[in-house]
Structure formats: structure tokens, C-alpha cells
């Protein structure tokens, strides 16, 4: 009987599309507007570079919710490419980008910021819940 298990390489490939979409999202797509909502601009970005301890944090959280993903995956049983992003999508909708809306709110931060930072979360784990669900492996 075959059984489901962790796909190392689909994994991988989660990582990167994730940092590729993270470069596009914040970057051409919605930097400007992102940084107008959280207060900086180009030249204090310039100025203050973020350090090492930004792009290691990222690094990691990045792996840790791929791998809880496709934890998450291997419990369910998840075989399919539609499955996979619609679950990806349920989680990331229910444990990001609901408590990112509520956090904002009361924060008093702009509406639209919710949906810059909430929604890449939602387009990331949709689209590794995807490959996941697409590319399994088994014993």
C-alpha cells in the first residue's frame, strides 16, 4: 500500500517560487503602495538597508509554513493539484489574512494594507498548495 510523504524537491520549489513572487509582489506589483501604506519611501530604504536578520526570519517562516503545509497535506491525503490550492487558500485566508485584517484595523492601518500583505499570503500558499497537492510522493 502506498503511502503519502513529504516531497523534498516540491518543497523546494514551493521556497523559491515564494521568494520569486515575494520580489515581484513587493516590488513591481505592489511596492510602491505597500511602502506609501507602512510609511517609507526609496530613499529611507536606500539609507537603511534591512540587515541579515530579515532576510534569515523570512528565510525560515518561509520553510516552517511550506513544510506545515505539506504536513498538513500528508495527513489529509491530499493527491490533487485543485485540492491542494484550495486548501492552501483556506488556511492562509483563516490564519493570515483574517488576523492581519482584524490586526489592522485596530492599528488604524490603512484598509488596502490588509490586502497587499494578507493577499500574498493567500496567492503564495494557494500556489504551493498546488504544487504540493500536484507533485506528491509516496513510499
Not at 83 to 110: E, V
Request: glycine share 10%.
Amino acid at each position: 500500500m502506498k503511502q503519502l510523504t513529504y516531497n523534498h524537491l516540491a518543497i523546494l520549489a514551493c521556497f523559491l517560487l515564494l521568494i520569486v513572487l515575494g520580489f515581484l509582489w513587493y516590488g513591481s506589483l505592489f511596492g510602491e503602495r505597500w511602502m506609501s501604506m507602512v510609511g517609507l519611501d526609496m530613499a529611507t530604504v536606500e539609507a537603511n538597508p534591512p540587515g541579515a536578520s530579515v532576510w534569515i526570519t523570512n528565510t525560515i517562516s518561509t520553510i516552517v509554513a511550506i513544510y506545515a503545509l505539506a504536513w498538513f497535506f500528508v495527513q489529509l491525503k491530499v493527491e490533487t493539484a485543485l485540492k491542494g490550492a484550495i486548501i492552501g487558500l483556506l488556511i492562509a485566508f483563516a490564519f493570515n489574512m483574517l488576523p492581519t485584517m482584524t490586526g489592522n484595523m485596530f492599528a488604524g492601518n490603512p484598509y488596502g494594507l490588509a490586502w497587499i500583505t494578507g493577499g500574498f499570503e493567500m496567492v503564495g500558499m494557494t500556489l504551493a498548495g498546488l504544487i504540493l497537492g500536484a507533485w506528491r510522493k509516496y513510499n
